[in-house]
């Protein structure tokens, strides 16, 4: 019906712009959402959430955590020993 210029922002590109400007600051991004999925991740999902969360610590991202303990419980992620294990 309309026709979106080419120079018009989308909601989606100014998501985009503020998580991109926080990972360059090393900052959390404030428009991800960072609690706990309340479903289970598929392998596919949970490596997306690793990359969109990079900056995030998973102690403090819930996501996150959960993202990479999903990996872990697949085989797609070995976590490296605890110091002095070796």
């Not at 289970?40 to 955590?65: F, I, N, T």
């Amino acid at each position: 019906m309309w026709a979106q210029k080419p120079n018009d922002l989308t909601v989606w590109d100014i998501i985009a712009r503020l998580a991109q400007e926080a990972e360059q600051n090393g900052r959390p991004s404030p428009v991800l959402d960072h609690s706990a999925p309340d479903y289970p991740l598929s392998r596919e999902m949970a490596h997306r959430v690793l990359q969109l969360h990079r900056v995030c610590d998973r102690v403090r991202c819930a996501r996150k955590a959960a993202a990479w303990m999903r990996l872990v419980e697949l085989g797609a992620v070995v976590p490296r020993p605890p110091n002095g294990s070796m």
